[in-house]
C-alpha cells in the first residue's frame, strides 16, 4: 500500500519569513495530494490541493509543487502569521479512494 | 450548509464493552470515509462507503470493527468487546464523488472528490 513519510515534525518561523513542509510518497500510482491544517481539537480542513497532471498550484500565501519522478510534494506558506500556527497533514490518494495520510507537521509562527 | 457531524463528541467507556459512534455526512455525499487518529499522528484510513455498500473495509483492524450505512446517508461505527487500544479519535469525512475530475476544479472551487471531515468522537477506554 501507500506510505507517506512527511518532514519536519516540528518547524518554528518568525512571522513573516516562509515555511516549507515535505512529503515523500511509495505508490507511484497515487495522483492526488491535499493539504490539511489541523489546530488543536479541531477538525482537518483542507487548504490545499494538486493532482498529478499538474506541477504547481498557489493560493494567496499558500502554494504546492509536485514532482511526479522523485515521489514527492511539498507545501510553501509566505508572509506567515501567528494563525498559521496549527498542525498540517499532507495525503496521498492511489487507486483506492481513501487518503493515507503523513504523521503531522507542528508549525508555530513566533510573533 | 451543514457541515459533517459526529456524535457524541466524547465517549468514555470500560474495557470490553461495546460502542456506537454516529456520522452524518454532508447531504448529498455519497462517499463516506471513517479514519482512527492516535495522538500526534495522521489520520489512518478505516472503511469507505460508496452509497449503502462498503467499498472498502480493508483498513478495519480486526472484526471487532463494523461499519454500516443502511440508507446512504448516515453511518455507525461500532466496536465491540473495546480494548485499551481502540482509545482515539474516531473522525468521519465525506465527499461528493469518491473520485474527481483530472483537471481538477477551476480556481478557487472545490473538487467533487474532496473530503470534508467531522470534528471527531474522541474514544476513551478506561
Known amino acids: 500500500g501507500e506510505n507517506v513519510e512527511q518532514h519536519p515534525s516540528t518547524l518554528s ?27 488543536l481539537g479541531k477538525r482537518p480542513q483542507l487548504i490545499i490541493d494538486i493532482r498529478s497532471n499538474v506541477g504547481e498550484k498557489k493560493d494567496q500565501r499558500i502554494a504546492v509543487t509536485l514532482n511526479k519522478t522523485a515521489k514527492h510534494f511539498s507545501l510553501h506558506i509566505t508572509e506567515t502569521q501567528p494563525e498559521d500556527s496549527a498542525v498540517y497533514f499532507c495525503a496521498a490518494r492511489a487507486t483506492a479512494r481513501q487518503l493515507t495520510f503523513g504523521s503531522g507537521t507542528q508549525l508555530t509562527v513566533l510573533p | 450548509g451543514a457541515g459533517v457531524s459526529q456524535t457524541p463528541s466524547n465517549k468514555v467507556t470500560e474495557k470490553g464493552k461495546y460502542v456506537e459512534l454516529r456520522c452524518d455526512p454532508i447531504s448529498g455525499h455519497t462517499a463516506l470515509y471513517w479514519y482512527r487518529q492516535s495522538l500526534g499522528q495522521g489520520p489512518e484510513f478505516l472503511i469507505y462507503f460508496q452509497g449503502t455498500g462498503a467499498a472498502d473495509d480493508s483498513g478495519l483492524p480486526n472484526d471487532r470493527f463494523f461499519a454500516v450505512r443502511p440508507e446512504g446517508s448516515v453511518s455507525t461505527l461500532k466496536i465491540q468487546r473495546t480494548e485499551r487500544g481502540d482509545s482515539a479519535v474516531y473522525l468521519c469525512a465525506s465527499s461528493l464523488k469518491a473520485l474527481g475530475l483530472a483537471g481538477g476544479a477551476p480556481r478557487g472551487g472545490s473538487s467533487t472528490d474532496t473530503q470534508y471531515f467531522g470534528p471527531g468522537t474522541r474514544l476513551t477506554v478506561l
Open chain 1, 13 to 39: 518561523v518568525q512571522e513573516g519569513d516562509s515555511a516549507v513542509i515535505k512529503c515523500t510518497y511509495s505508490d507511484s500510482a497515487s495522483n492526488y495530494f491535499p493539504w490539511y491544517k489541523q489546530e
